[in-house]
């Protein structure tokens, strides 16, 4: 059973930056497609970003593009989530997801983690 763990959320002020990391503790993790969902209270929860394998294609939510940045170090079994520009709107609960489809999915994911809180406020 794979495991994902996310760290590095917390609270930053509109504008700010935040790095989102996710760590997988089984091996074959590396193989996997891997994205970031988030959920904000009362709202359902949403595709932000994923990306392939080999980091040769990646895929973000109109509300993310241009502002957060997905990439992946299979050598440390992490997937990250660079967050720039940081609204109030991006305020939720981030998850680590992770699929062994063929390609990425706006939906479907097999193992989710547990969510990091991020909070966007002055």
């Known amino acids: 059973q794979v495991q994902l763990e996310e760290s590095g959320g917390g609270l930053v002020q509109p504008g700010g930056s935040l790095r989102l990391s996710c760590a997988a503790s089984e091996q074959t993790f590396r193989t996997f497609i891997k994205g970031w969902f988030r959920q904000s209270p009362g709202q359902e929860r949403e595709f932000v970003a994923a990306i392939t394998r080999g980091s040769v294609t990646t895929k973000y939510s109109e509300a993310v593009k241009g502002r957060f940045t997905i990439s992946r170090d299979n050598a440390k079994n992490t997937v990250y989530l660079q967050m720039n520009r940081l609204k109030a709107e991006d305020t939720a609960v981030y998850y680590c997801?992770?699929?062994?489809?063929?390609?990425?999915?706006?939906?479907?994911?097999?193992?989710w983690g547990q969510g990091t809180q991020v909070t966007v406020s002055s």
């Open positions: 997801v992770a699929s062994n489809a063929s390609y990425i999915s706006y939906r479907n994911y097999d193992y």
